[in-house]
């Protein structure tokens, strides 16, 4: 069972970064899909980036691409979202996911590993 615990999360005002990070364990095999995402009340879930852990092929939302970084650690197991130039419409819960995946992410595929979420607020 994948398990994932995400962190550093806070309120930043517009311009101003952070950085997310998702410690993640109990995993059979270091072969994952990860992702943030983000979620504003009311509204659907929306992806923000994934990487594979297996190469580090990358892919971004439009809405973020060129300020947000998605990388990996994977000798500490950790990943991360380095969130640069925020703006007022990406305050959202971010929550990390996961799932078992040989080579590649893969677009449409369900994230069956779930974090609690952390709350990013960004004011004018």
């Known amino acids: 069972q994948v398990q994932l615990v995400e962190s550093g999360g806070g309120s930043v005002q517009a311009g101003g970064s952070l950085r997310l990070t998702c410690a993640a364990s109990?995993?059979?095999?270091?072969?994952?899909?990860m992702g943030w995402f983000r979620q504003v009340p009311g509204k659907e879930r929306e992806k923000v980036a994934t990487?594979?852990?297996?190469?580090?092929?990358?892919d971004y939302a439009d809405s973020v691409q060129g300020r947000f970084t998605i990388s990996q650690d994977n000798a500490k197991n950790t990943l991360y979202l380095q969130m640069n130039s925020l703006k007022p419409e990406d305050t959202a819960m971010y929550y990390c996911a996961a799932y078992y995946s040989v080579g590649r992410c893969i677009r449409g595929r369900e994230f069956p590993y779930w974090g609690q979420g952390t709350q990013v607020t960004v004011s004018s």
């Open positions: 109990g995993y059979a095999y270091p072969t994952l899909c």
């Open positions: 990487i594979h852990t297996d190469g580090g092929r990358t």
